[in-house]
C-alpha cells in the first residue's frame, strides 16, 4: 500500500509539474506570437513606406508644382499646406495627390489628459483611449491616390494598415513668374525689405500610417509609423535662384 501510495504521490506531482510547463510554454508561445505579429506589422507598413518614398521620387525626376492651382496667395495664407498636390510633368499634362475615402486626422491618435501627479492645469498626449474615435481609425477606407489623364492610380491602400488624411507643404510658395514680378516691383517699392523663399520646387508629405486593428493598449497593434518625406522636384522648370530675363543676345 505505502508504494501505491507513493506511485500516486509520484503522479500527481509529475502532473502538476507538466500542468505548470504547459503553462509556461502557452504563455511563452503566446508572447512569441504577438511579437512576430507586431515584427511582421512593422515589416509590412516600412515596406509599403519605402516603396511610396520610392514613386514619389521617380515621379519627380519629370514634374514640378502646377503654380496655377496653388497661387500664391493661397500658398502664403496656409503656410503652403494643402491637402491636395498638383504637379504638372514635361508636356504639361496635370497630375494631383491626395488622400480619399472616410481618413482620420493623424492628431486623432493623440488626446490631451490631466497629467498624473501634476496640478490641475498641466496637460499632456497620450495615446488616445476613446473607443469611439478608436473605433472610427480602425474602420476608415482611406487611400492615397494619384490622378493623371482621367486615370487613378492607388498608391497606398487601408488593406493591411490604416492611413491618415495626408498633408503636403509646398516649397516655396511661390512660382518664377510672380518671383520675378516681385523683382520687378522691388525698384518702385522701398517697403519690400525681404524677397519671398527661392529656390527648385519640392514638397513635404504628411501621412501616418498604423496597425489595422490600432489598439494604444496592446503592444501587438499599436504600431503607428508618421511618415514625413522630401521630395525635391526635378521637371523642366526654370530654376528661381536666377530669374530670366528678356534679353537680345549680343553679337
Known amino acids: 500500500m505505502k508504494n501505491k501510495a507513493f506511485t500516486l504521490v509520484e503522479i500527481l506531482i509529475v502532473v502538476g509539474l507538466f500542468g505548470l510547463l504547459s503553462g509556461i510554454i502557452l504563455q511563452t508561445y503566446t508572447t512569441i506570437s504577438r511579437i512576430s505579429y507586431r515584427i511582421q506589422q512593422e515589416k509590412e507598413i516600412a515596406k509599403e513606406a519605402l516603396v511610396l518614398t520610392q514613386v514619389l521620387e521617380n515621379l519627380a525626376q519629370t514634374t514640378t508644382i502646377d503654380y496655377s492651382k496653388h497661387p500664391y496667395g493661397d500658398l502664403q495664407a496656409s503656410e503652403g499646406m494643402v491637402s491636395e498636390l498638383h504637379l504638372k510633368d514635361e508636356k504639361n499634362q496635370g497630375i494631383s495627390i491626395k488622400t480619399d475615402g472616410t481618413c482620420f486626422q493623424a492628431s486623432e491618435l493623440r488626446e490631451q489628459k490631466q497629467k498624473e501627479n501634476g496640478p490641475s492645469s498641466e496637460l499632456e498626449l497620450l495615446p488616445v483611449e476613446n473607443e469611439e474615435i478608436l473605433k472610427t481609425i480602425r474602420n476608415s477606407n482611406c487611400k492615397l491616390i494619384l490622378g493623371k489623364n482621367g486615370e487613378t492610380i492607388t498608391l497606398l491602400d487601408s488593406k493591411k494598415f490604416n492611413i491618415s488624411q495626408a498633408q503636403f507643404k509646398i516649397i516655396p510658395f511661390i512660382s518664377n513668374?510672380?518671383?520675378?514680378?516681385?523683382?520687378?516691383?522691388?525698384?518702385?517699392?522701398?517697403?519690400?525689405?525681404?524677397?519671398?523663399?527661392?529656390?527648385?520646387?519640392?514638397?513635404?508629405?504628411?501621412?501616418?500610417?498604423?496597425?489595422?486593428?490600432?489598439?494604444?493598449?496592446?503592444?501587438?497593434?499599436?504600431?503607428?509609423?508618421?511618415?514625413?518625406?522630401?521630395?525635391?522636384?526635378?521637371?523642366?522648370?526654370?530654376?528661381?535662384?536666377?530669374?530670366?530675363?528678356n534679353e537680345k543676345p549680343t553679337d
Request: glycine share 4%; charged share 15%; aromatic share 10%.
Open 177 to 245: 513668374q510672380d518671383l520675378q514680378n516681385i523683382y520687378a516691383s522691388e525698384s518702385q517699392n522701398t517697403d519690400i525689405k525681404e524677397l519671398p523663399p527661392a529656390g527648385k520646387p519640392g514638397f513635404w508629405l504628411f501621412i501616418t500610417l498604423t496597425s489595422k486593428h490600432y489598439t494604444p493598449s496592446q503592444r501587438s497593434n499599436n504600431v503607428v509609423l508618421p511618415l514625413q518625406t522630401f521630395v525635391s522636384l526635378q521637371g523642366a522648370t526654370p530654376s528661381i535662384y536666377s530669374p530670366v530675363k
